[in-house]
């Protein structure tokens, strides 16, 4: 299918525990970025990526690792979860870094960490 | 720190209303102010974005007003229908070493009732 997609949908994992969350676009844009999704804050930016083998850190990395060795992928893995990670995951992308560029958002990744 | 304030955090209105949400900036070097529509168990959608040289942009029922010099910004979904239920973000970006950062607002959650 086209498009932007987010893979588990759900996910329920213990404190300590590695897990990660995948991200698949099939448009070749150049731009993926992860937000969480928290009640009162908003999205809030955790990494994002111009292209393959670039990334870099947003505004709460924290905790966070993030890859991406090709240009369709963008896997976010959360390396010891802790509680305060439960959230609903985005992952989006855009098609170049010119100005205005609407970014396209994922389904979202409901993670709970217990 | 919250860039971007939203108000209200969320809104009941009649059907064939105005449903009014506003947004306030802070940072005066933003230069594109998107909105984003989310449905339950969707990832947000840009619905309509203004830039800092037009002070209002309609398409269709939806309207952004934008005050530069008060640095706020609002969106008005005219004869409001059920199917606008929603979470709206406004969001400000700006040119962040080559891409676009976006910065969005808390979310109103919006409900149209019959």
């Known amino acids: 299918d086209a498009g932007i997609t987010q893979s588990p949908r759900y996910k329920i994992t213990e404190t300590g525990r590695q897990v990660t969350l995948m991200c698949h676009q099939t448009w070749s844009h150049s731009y993926m970025f992860w937000y969480r999704q928290d009640l009162g804050h908003g999205l809030r930016l955790i990494y994002y990526s111009a292209a393959a083998d670039i990334t870099d850190k947003g505004e709460v990395p924290d905790g966070y690792v993030v890859s991406r060795s090709k240009t369709e992928n963008f896997p976010l893995t959360l390396e010891s979860a802790t509680r305060s990670q439960t959230s609903v995951y985005f992952c989006?992308?855009?098609?170049?870094?010119?100005?205005?560029?609407?970014?396209?958002f994922g389904p979202g990744t409901r993670l709970t960490v217990l | 720190q919250q860039q971007v304030k939203q108000s209200p955090q969320s809104l009941i209105v009649q059907k064939g209303g105005i449903s009014i949400i506003n947004c306030a900036y802070e940072n005066t070097a933003f230069d594109y102010f998107p909105w984003y529509q989310q449905f339950p168990g969707k990832g947000p959608a840009l619905l309509i974005a203004?830039?800092?040289?037009?002070s209002e942009k309609k398409e269709g029922r939806f309207t952004i007003s934008f005050n530069k010099s008060a640095k706020q910004f609002s969106l008005h979904i005219m004869d409001s229908q059920p199917g606008d239920s929603a979470t709206y973000f406004c969001?400000?970006?700006?040119?962040?070493?080559?891409?676009?950062?976006?910065?969005f607002g808390t979310g109103t959650k919006l409900q149209v009732i019959p």
């Open positions: 989006a992308s855009s098609p170049t870094a010119g100005a205005y560029n609407e970014q396209f």
């Open positions: 969001a400000a970006s700006i040119d962040s070493g080559g891409y676009q950062k976006v910065t």
């Open positions: 203004i830039r800092p040289d037009v």
